[in-house]
């Protein structure tokens, strides 16, 4: 059974960064898109930015392009998410998930995900 554990969350000052990790365990890595999605209070889960399995292209969000990174190593089975910048909004619980091997993909598109971690808390305060 795949899971996913997310780390790296924390409490941040506006302008500053963090890095959020997902370790992948339970099946074969190297064959999945992974996806990082953030829920904030009140809103719909949205996606923010996600990696195909061989590492490009990489997708993102507008509201985060220029300032988070997506990246992957896949001989940890890890994915990263690099946030510089980070601002108040993007306070949100985010959610790493993982698809089974797939021929058709939509990155922002939730159903298209098989696995998902828990989540992890950021906060962005001023």
């Known amino acids: 059974q795949v899971q996913l554990v997310e780390s790296g969350g924390g409490s941040v000052q506006t302008g500053g960064s963090l890095r959020l990790s997902c370790a992948y365990s339970g099946g074969t890595f190297s064959d999945s898109n992974i996806a990082w999605f953030r829920q904030g209070p009140g809103k719909e889960r949205e996606a923010v930015a996600a990696?195909?399995?061989?590492?490009?292209?990489?997708f993102y969000a507008d509201s985060v392009k220029d300032r988070f990174t997506i990246s992957r190593d896949n001989a940890r089975d890890t994915v990263y998410l690099q946030m510089n910048s980070l601002k108040p909004e993007d306070a949100a619980v985010y959610y790493c998930?993982?698809?089974?091997?797939?021929?058709?993909?939509?990155?922002?598109?939730?159903?298209?995900?098989?696995?998902w971690g828990r989540g992890i808390q950021v906060t962005v305060f001023s």
């Open positions: 990696i195909r399995w061989y590492g490009e292209p990489t």
């Open positions: 998930a993982a698809t089974k091997w797939r021929t058709t993909w939509t990155w922002a598109n939730r159903n298209h995900y098989d696995y």
